[in-house]
C-alpha cells in the first residue's frame, strides 16, 4: 500500500511541480513591472530554446550549434500563419512552427549519423551561418508591409502574454520531462554514453539521434513562434549563428538536459547583457562572458547542474551502491543442455597484418553455458563482436536457432543474439530500473524487475547509475539482457568488476540462467574457478585459433591446453 501510494505520488510529482510553475509565472506577470515582464517573455523563450539543447546536447551527446537556426524556421511559419491568416490562431501557428522546425531537425540530423564532434560543430555553424545570411536577404513574411503577428486573443497585452508564455514552457517541460523517462530518453542517454551499447540492445542508433535532433529543434522552433509573438515583428538579428553558439555554451555550462537548470540558464541570458547595459558596458561582452563561462564548463568536469545535484547526493548518502550477491538464493535444477542454438563456422577476422580469428567453430548447446576461455590477447573479444556483427569484414557463417545470423548489430540483438562488453557501456544518467527496461525491450512487471536485480545482488531499480560501481553495473547490464530473453547471452567477463570473493556466488547464479531465464549462454572468462562451477563445455583459444573443444573435463585435461594456455600444470 506504502509502496503504491509512494509510486502514486512520484507519478503526481511532475503536474505538482508544473502547477506551482503556472502559480508563479501568474504572480510575476500581474506583480512586475512592465518591463520586467517582457524580459520575462525573453527568458522564457530562451528556457523553451535551452531544453531543446539540453535534450540533443546535454542527453544525446550531440553538438548542435544551430538552435536559434530552428527558433528562426518556427518564427518564419508564425509570421507565415499570420500574413496567409491561417485558421486556429496563434496557437495552431505555434505548433506547426514547432512541427516545421522538427522535420529541419531531422534533416540536420541526418548528417549527425556519420558525423560526430568537432566536425559535427562546424556543420551545424555553418548551417547556423548560411540560415543567418539567407534569412536577411528573404525578409520574414509580413516584415517589409509591417505586419505584426496576432497574440492570442486572451493573452493580447504583454502581461497576459507573459502568462501564455509560461504555460507554453511548462507544457514544454511536462513533454521533456515525460518523454526523457520513456524510451526514446533512455535511446538517448545510451546512444551518447555508446552507440556500439545502444546498437547490442537491439536500439537503432539511428532513430535515437533523429529523433532528439527532431524534438529538440521542435522546441527551437516553438521559441522562435513565441518571440515573434512577443516583438511583433521577427527580425534577422535574433536569430543570428553567434547567438545559437553562445545559447549552445550556455546550454553546456547550466546543464540545460536537466529542466530547473534550462530555467537558470535563460534568466541567466537575459539577465546578463541586462546588467551589462545598466553598467554602461557594451552588451556584445555577454558574449564573452558566456564564453569564459563555456570554457570553465568545458575544461572542468561537468556542469553546474549536475555539481549541485553530486552535492545533494552526497548529503543523502555518501556511499556507491555495489553487489550483494551474499544472499543465499534457492537453487534451481539445471536444465540438461540440448541441441546447438548457436553455431559458428570457419570464422575468420584478421586487423591488417594480425590475424585475430583463424577458422573458428564454436557451438552454444541450448540450455547449455559455453565458457570460451585463453590467454590474453587469444581472440576472445574479437569472437563476441564478430558473432554479434560488430566486425562486418569477418568471414565464416554463423545460425542462430538453425537460422542464418546476419546484418548490422541491431539486426542480430532483435534476433535473440544479445551481448554485453568488456568495458563499461551503462550510460550513468538513467536510472538502475529505467536502463533495465530500455534494455530487456519488452514490457516488464515490477516484480520481474525487482526479482532479477535481487537475483544478482544489483541495487534497487530506483538507484541512479551514477551512483553504481562499477562492478555491479556489469551485473545491471546482464540483468537487462537477461530479461530480454534472447536466444543467447555473449558475456565478456562479466565478473571482471567484481570483489574475487563475489565470483563464487556469481557463479552459482550464472549456473541456473538457462533454468530461470531461459536463455543459452557463452562465456568469455579468465577466473577457472569460474569457469569450472558454471561451463558445462568449454572452447579454448590461442592465437585466434581453437586449441582444443570438447566438455569441460576433458579440455582442462587436454596436454596441449595445459601447456600452451597455463603453462603450468600443477595450476589446473
Ligand atoms: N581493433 C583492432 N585493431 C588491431 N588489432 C586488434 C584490434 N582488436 C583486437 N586486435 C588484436 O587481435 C588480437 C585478439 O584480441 P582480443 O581483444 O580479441 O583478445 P582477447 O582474447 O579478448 O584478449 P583479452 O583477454 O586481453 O581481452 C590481439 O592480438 C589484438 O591485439
Given amino acids: 500500500m506504502r509502496l503504491a501510494e509512494h509510486r502514486l505520488a512520484r507519478a503526481g510529482l511532475p503536474f505538482l511541480v508544473a502547477a506551482a510553475a503556472v502559480g508563479i509565472g501568474y504572480a510575476l506577470s500581474v506583480g512586475l513591472a512592465g518591463y520586467f515582464v517582457y524580459l520575462g517573455v525573453s527568458a522564457v523563450v530562451a528556457a523553451i530554446a535551452l531544453l531543446g539543447l539540453g535534450v540533443v546536447t546535454g542527453t544525446a551527446g550531440m553538438i548542435s550549434l544551430c538552435q536559434l537556426t530552428f527558433a528562426a524556421v518556427g518564427a518564419f511559419v508564425v509570421s507565415a500563419c499570420n500574413v496567409a491568416g491561417v485558421p486556429g490562431g496563434f496557437g495552431t501557428w505555434l505548433l506547426l512552427g514547432g512541427l516545421a522546425a522538427a522535420v529541419a531537425g531531422v534533416l540536420v540530423g541526418l548528417p549527425a549519423l556519420r558525423l560526430r564532434g568537432i566536425t559535427l560543430a562546424v556543420v551545424t555553424l555553418g548551417l547556423a551561418a548560411a540560415a543567418d545570411h539567407t534569412l536577411v536577404q528573404i525578409q520574414f513574411p509580413g516584415a517589409t508591409e509591417g505586419l505584426s503577428v496576432e497574440r492570442p486573443e486572451a493573452f493580447s497585452d504583454d502581461r497576459s502574454y507573459f502568462l501564455f508564455a509560461v504555460l507554453v514552457l511548462v507544457a514544454c517541460g511536462l513533454v521533456v ?173 584478421s586487423f591488417g597484418h594480425v590475424t585475430a580469428l583463424s577458422e573458428v567453430d564454436i557451438t552454444v548447446p541450448e540450455h547449455g553455458i559455453l565458457g570460451v576461455i585463453g590467454p590474453n590477447g587469444a581472440g576472445k573479444s574479437t569472437l563476441v563482436d564478430a558473432i554479434s556483427g560488430f566486425l562486418p569484414r569477418a568471414t565464416g557463417t554463423a545460425t542462430l536457432g538453425g537460422r542464418p545470423l546476419t546484418g548490422s548489430p541491431t539486426r542480430r540483438a532483435r534476433a535473440g543474439l544479445r551481448r554485453t562488453f568488456q568495458q563499461d557501456r551503462v550510460p550513468p544518467g538513467l536510472t538502475v530500473g529505467a536502463y533495465v527496461r530500455f534494455v530487456a525491450r519488452r514490457r516488464l512487471t515490477g516484480r520481474e524487475l525487482d526479482g532479477a536485480l535481487e537475483f544478482f545482488g544489483c ?114
Fill in 177 to 349: 520531462h515525460f518523454l526523457r523517462r520513456g524510451r526514446w530518453g533512455s535511446s538517448w542517454h545510451l546512444v551518447a554514453f555508446s552507440e556500439r551499447g545502444t546498437a547490442a540492445v537491439g536500439a537503432g542508433v539511428r532513430t535515437s539521434k533523429l529523433t532528439a535532433f527532431a524534438v529538440s529543434a521542435a522546441l527551437g522552433g516553438i521559441s522562435g513562434g513565441l518571440l515573434t509573438g512577443q516583438v511583433g515583428l521577427a527580425f534577422p538579428a535574433s536569430f543570428t549563428a553567434i547567438q545559437s553558439l553562445a545559447l549552445y555554451v550556455l546550454a553546456i555550462m547550466s546543464g540545460a538536459h536537466l529542466i530547473d537548470m534550462a530555467v537558470f540558464g535563460a534568466l541567466l541570458w537575459v539577465a546578463v547583457p541586462e546588467l551589462l547595459k545598466r553598467w554602461g558596458v557594451p552588451q556584445d561582452w555577454g558574449f564573452v562572458v558566456f564564453g569564459v563561462l563555456g570554457v570553465q564548463a568545458l575544461t572542468g568536469r561537468g556542469n553546474l547542474g549536475t555539481a549541485v545535484r553530486a552535492l545533494w547526493y552526497r548529503r543523502r548518502s555518501g556511499r556507491t551502491a555495489g553487489v550483494g550477491l551474499t544472499e543465499a538464493v534457492t537453487d534451481v535444477e539445471p536444465l540438461p543442455p540440448g541441441g546447438p542454438v548457436l553455431e559458428v563456422r570457419g570464422l575468420s577476422v
Fill in 459 to 572: 541495487p534497487a531499480a530506483r538507484t541512479p547509475l551514477s551512483r553504481v560501481d562499477a562492478g555491479a553495473r556489469r551485473l545491471v547490464e546482464v540483468v537487462g539482457h537477461l530479461l530480454a530473453k534472447p536466444r543467447v547471452l555473449l558475456l565478456d567477463e562479466p565478473a571482471a568488476g567484481l570483489p574475487h570473493e563475489e565470483h563464487v556466488a556469481f557463479g552459482r547464479r550464472l549456473r541456473q540462467v538457462p533454468a530461470r531465464f531461459g536463455v543459452s549462454v557463452l562465456l568469455i572468462e579468465h577466473d577457472l574457478d569460474l569457469v569450472r562451477s558454471v561451463c558445462d563445455t568449454l572452447t579454448v583459444l590461442d592465437f585466434g585459433r581453437v586449441l582444443a573443444s570438447g566438455p569441460q573435463a576433458d579440455v582442462l585435461a587436454d596436454p596441449a591446453v595445459l601447456k600452451a594456455y597455463m603453462g603450468e600444470t600443477e595450476l589446473l
